[in-house]
């Protein structure tokens, strides 16, 4: 009896041994790292088949995707099980590759790691540019080891250093992720975010995340870091559980230890739920639609270009700029910086005069550099000279003052910009009576740092506050720093922001050039560099308030 028993368990053990290699060997044909405990498509569905809830009372869940989104009575409770069960935990991987068989030409999210739950999805560039750089903030400074043997730190955003280091190809984003995301980094596992609190108030997430890293999400914007991970059928527990318990069963009792009283960077959550505006079981009169259907492509000038510059833009810059080109993708809430809103025509950086269209050239010009300081990519990066060129077109659709100006063939006007002075440096002296005399102290004061009396109510003509520019660190003028950009930029302008043209004001080109010589002496001749072996005794002396190497 014995000798039977020992057999059976030895069969049960067999069989649990084989079908855990089996799922093991199963994940790791398509993943290589995702646990064979995890459920795949498929056996989430049959899990789920025939289960019914208040959510799906005549039909199976959906097992493709998530349909529960901000605005259902559910979604409150919803986000507070997620919470709990931390579903939005991810990994930022690698690029297009590394431990990972499935399509390229994006980078790896790791999500939900040790989990049923637990998946890779594909982000685009454009998606991982933004969540990196415009929510998470990433600088050079955070990771000095990784950035020495590239010549040190700056104080800049990750995106612009990466693109210093190489501006045609992505292998910068291919290291410095493999060195950030991958299983030898010493990042692994701990740059990834964690929410902290809800805020029902303002509808807001509180997530903190490594090196110091805290930012805040819209509703809409958490579904779709939900998404990547969930469908319906995932979440089934979750409307078992809402119908067990009733609404408030998460958000109300100590879910996700989120304390409605605690002060969390100043923000202070009350106890008095009449003030939420998100309530539980209550649903709002509009619901979230996370998939708007793209413009139709008007009939015109180039169609077939716009056409596929279409697809790319739906790929890589809708995250930011939206699919109708409104500069309010789902990530855009959470950038200082705001995406720009192409319907009126309204471009900042142009080789035109003020106040008119930029020529497509100046579109590619700003696609393939990017912009610095903020979060636009430098896409030449990642497209090819006819991808960028396709972009370019495609935007000309969303206004039609821009469009008609493309359908009519009409080249537009040039800024001339007349020969740089050989001595320039030396007109530096009459440039600083310039400065002061065009009253731009009031909003660069009068050391150019951007701290004139106007500043800080400085906004652009969608309203967004933005931020006078920091004259005495000229690698980040957006416009470029070169005597040429700077001339470009004083008597062009930046359309749709408070910096006017200054090309009536000085009626010499001696005057023009003598404000840019100014300007240009307001920074060091160097670029101030901390290194790795100077880090430890001078990073808390050199780094400015905005993260800048100074010194």
Same mark, same amino acid.
């Given at each position: 009896?014995?000798?039977?028993?020992?057999? =059976?368990?030895?069969?049960?053990?067999?069989?649990?041994?084989?079908?855990?290699?089996?799922?093991?060997?199963?994940?790791?044909?398509?993943?290589?790292?995702?646990?064979?405990?995890?459920?795949?498509?498929?056996?989430?569905?049959?899990?789920?088949?025939?289960?019914?809830?208040?959510?799906?009372?005549?039909?199976?869940? #959906?097992?493709?995707?998530?349909?529960?989104?901000?605005?259902?009575?559910?979604?409150?409770?919803?986000?507070?099980?997620?919470?709990?069960?931390?579903?939005?935990?991810?990994?930022?991987?690698?690029?297009?590759?590394?431990?990972?068989?499935? +399509?390229?030409?994006?980078?790896?999210?790791?999500?939900?790691?040790?989990?049923?739950?637990?998946?890779?999805?594909?982000?685009?560039?454009?998606?991982?540019?933004?969540?990196?750089?415009?929510?998470?903030?990433?600088?050079?400074?955070?990771?000095?080891? /990784?950035?020495?043997? /590239?010549?040190?730190?700056?104080?800049?955003?990750?995106?612009?250093?990466?693109?210093?280091?190489?501006?045609?190809?992505?292998?910068?984003?291919?290291?410095?992720?493999?060195?950030?995301?991958?299983?030898?980094?010493?990042?692994?596992?701990?740059?990834?975010?964690?929410?902290? @609190? @809800?805020?029902?108030?303002?509808?807001?997430?509180?997530?903190?995340?490594?090196?110091?890293?805290?930012?805040?999400?819209?509703?809409?914007?958490?579904?779709?870091?939900? *998404?990547?991970?969930?469908?319906?059928?995932?979440?089934?527990?979750?409307?078992?559980?809402?119908?067990?318990?009733?609404?408030?069963?998460?958000?109300?009792?100590?879910?996700?230890?989120?304390?409605?009283?605690?002060?969390?960077?100043?923000?202070?959550?009350?106890?008095?739920?009449?003030?939420?505006?998100?309530?539980?079981? @209550?649903?709002?009169?509009?619901?979230?639609? +996370?998939?708007?259907? !793209?413009?139709?492509?008007?009939?015109?000038?180039? &169609?077939?270009?716009?056409?596929?510059?279409?697809?790319?833009?739906?790929?890589?810059?809708?995250?930011?700029?939206?699919?109708?080109?409104?500069?309010?993708?789902?990530?855009?809430? %959470? &950038?200082?910086?705001?995406?720009?809103?192409?319907?009126?025509?309204?471009?900042?950086?142009?080789?035109?005069?003020?106040?008119?269209?930029?020529?497509?050239?100046?579109?590619?010009?700003?696609? *393939?550099?990017?912009?610095?300081?903020?979060?636009?990519?430098?896409? %030449?990066?990642?497209?090819?000279?006819?991808?960028?060129? #396709?972009?370019?077109?495609?935007?000309?659709?969303?206004?039609?003052?821009?469009?008609?100006?493309?359908?009519?063939?009409?080249?537009?006007?040039?800024?001339?910009?007349?020969?740089?002075?050989?001595?320039?440096?030396? !007109?530096?002296?009459?440039?600083?009576?310039?400065?002061?005399?065009?009253? =731009?102290?009031?909003?660069?004061?009068?050391?150019?740092?951007?701290?004139?009396?106007?500043?800080?109510?400085?906004?652009?003509?969608?309203?967004?506050?933005? *931020?006078?520019?920091?004259?005495?660190?000229?690698?980040?003028?957006?416009?470029?720093?070169?005597?040429?950009?700077?001339?470009?930029?004083?008597?062009?302008?930046?359309?749709?922001?408070?910096?006017?043209?200054?090309?009536?004001?000085?009626?010499?080109?001696?005057?023009?050039?003598?404000?840019?010589?100014? @300007?240009?002496?307001?920074?060091?001749?160097? *670029?101030?560099?901390?290194?790795?072996?100077?880090?430890? $005794?001078?990073?808390?002396?050199?780094?400015? $308030?905005?993260?800048?190497?100074?010194?």
């Amino acid at each position: 009896m014995k000798s039977k028993l020992l057999f =059976c368990i030895l069969i049960i053990l067999a069989v649990g041994a084989g079908a855990f290699f089996f799922g093991q060997k199963r994940a790791a044909d398509k993943y290589h790292v995702i646990s064979g405990f995890a459920w795949d498509k498929d056996e989430w569905a049959n899990r789920t088949k025939g289960i019914r809830t208040s959510y799906n009372p005549d039909h199976d869940l #959906n097992a493709e995707t998530l349909t529960l989104v901000p605005g259902d009575e559910r979604w409150l409770d919803f986000m507070f099980w997620c919470f709990n069960n931390k579903l939005a935990e991810h990994q930022v991987e690698a690029y297009g590759g590394t431990e990972w068989d499935g +399509p390229k030409g994006g980078v790896i999210f790791h999500w939900a790691p040790g989990s049923r739950w637990e998946t890779h999805t594909l982000a685009s560039f454009g998606f991982t540019i933004g969540h990196t750089v415009g929510e998470h903030e990433w600088k050079d400074t955070q990771f000095p080891e /990784f950035f020495e043997k /590239f010549g040190g730190t700056y104080g800049i955003n990750v995106k612009d250093r990466l693109a210093e280091i190489d501006t045609s190809s992505p292998n910068g984003w291919v290291e410095f992720l493999e060195y950030c995301g991958g299983p030898n980094s010493p990042y692994y596992r701990y740059l990834f975010h964690q929410e902290a @609190v @809800v805020d029902p108030i303002r509808e807001r997430i509180y997530l903190i995340g490594g090196q110091g890293v805290a930012f805040e999400y819209t509703y809409e914007r958490y579904y779709h870091e939900l *998404r990547e991970v969930l469908t319906d059928a995932k979440a089934f527990q979750f409307f078992q559980m809402y119908d067990l318990y009733g609404p408030g069963f998460a958000c109300m009792t100590g879910w996700a230890k989120n304390k409605l009283s605690a002060q969390l960077h100043g923000f202070s959550f009350t106890d008095d739920t009449s003030k939420w505006t998100t309530k539980p079981g @209550v649903a709002k009169a509009v619901k979230y639609n +996370p998939n708007p259907e !793209l413009p139709k492509v008007p009939k015109m000038r180039e &169609f077939s270009f716009a056409t596929a510059g279409q697809d790319i833009y739906r790929k890589q810059c809708t995250p930011c700029h939206g699919v109708n080109g409104d500069g309010k993708g789902f990530l855009a809430a %959470g &950038f200082d910086v705001k995406p720009r809103d192409f319907r009126q025509g309204q471009y900042k950086f142009r080789s035109t005069p003020s106040g008119t269209l930029p020529a497509i050239s100046d579109v590619e010009h700003i696609i *393939r550099v990017g912009v610095p300081g903020g979060t636009m990519p430098a896409w %030449g990066e990642f497209l090819s000279k006819e991808d960028i060129h #396709n972009v370019a077109v495609y935007l000309t659709t969303f206004s039609e003052r821009f469009l008609d100006a493309w359908n009519s063939k009409k080249e537009p006007e040039i800024l001339p910009v007349s020969p740089e002075p050989a001595n320039l440096a030396s !007109l530096a002296a009459r440039g600083k009576e310039l400065y002061i005399q065009a009253q =731009c102290t009031k909003c660069h004061g009068e050391t150019g740092v951007g701290n004139g009396p106007s500043a800080p109510d400085l906004k652009d003509i969608w309203e967004n506050q933005i *931020r006078a520019a920091d004259l005495t660190y000229k690698w980040q003028f957006k416009n470029g720093h070169a005597p040429r950009d700077i001339y470009r930029t004083f008597n062009g302008g930046l359309n749709g922001t408070p910096m006017p043209s200054y090309k009536d004001m000085f009626a010499s080109e001696e005057d023009k050039w003598a404000l840019v010589a100014y @300007v240009l002496s307001l920074s060091p001749n160097e *670029r101030p560099v901390l290194h790795l072996k100077e880090y430890r $005794s001078k990073f808390a002396s050199v780094i400015d $308030s905005n993260g800048i190497v100074r010194r």
